[in-house]
């Protein structure tokens, strides 16, 4: 082989080498698209989770000045809750005294009563004593005075049909006095 022979190898040597150097970079270009494909995708992605996040973040700070609200209005409640513990307290404290100082009240009201209701007990029970005793004369009496009373009663009888007589009489007599004075005067 002469060296044109040997020099043509080395130029199809070197076209081969070129042409697969051109589809290693064309590989290598589609690789490199691919991975800019990719690099562009994952950018995507990193700003869309960007936005999420400072989405995220703004909602975590609404959450953080709702909750600081929250607390606020927790340690108002808290303080109006040991207020009004205090006053219940102190209601309580006052209401059982009053209730306690009723309650002597009444319990002295009611040994008062009792003692009263007692002593009333034993001048009833006397008094029925009496009362029988007084019954027992009052028998006693209605049984001498029987007699007594229908003498009573025959004069009382006598004397009021003496009485109606007289009324009659004098009635009549001045019914005669009368009729004879208008004819005295006709």
């Known amino acids: 082989m002469n060296e044109q022979g040997r020099m043509q190898i080395e130029i199809r040597k070197l076209k ?33 989770l960007t936005c999420e996040l400072e989405d995220r973040a703004m909602c975590l700070d609404k959450i953080r000045r709702e909750q ?13 809750n040991a207020q009004l513990q205090e006053e219940n307290e102190a209601l309580l404290s006052e209401n059982i005294q009053e209730i306690q100082h009723k309650n002597m009240k009444l319990t002295s009201k ?42 009573i009663l025959t004069v009382l009888q006598k004397r009021m049909a ?10 009549e007599s001045g019914k005669i006095g009368r009729d004879e004075t208008a004819k005295e005067l006709s």
């Open 68 to 80: 600081q609200v929250l607390e606020a209005e927790l340690s108002t409640l808290k303080t109006q």
């Open 16 to 48: 081969c080498e070129i042409e697969e150097a051109n589809q290693e970079r064309e590989a290598f270009q589609h690789a490199l698209t691919k991975y800019q494909e990719y690099l562009d995708a994952l950018q995507n992605e990193r700003n869309q």
């Open 110 to 151: 009611y040994e008062a009563l009792t003692k009263e209701n007692t002593e009333l007990r034993q001048e009833n029970a006397q008094l029925e004593k009496k009362v029988i005793e007084l019954q027992g004369e009052v028998s006693r009496l209605k049984e001498s005075t029987t007699g007594f009373a229908k003498a």
């Open 162 to 171: 003496e009485q109606t007589l007289k009324s009659l009489l004098t009635r």
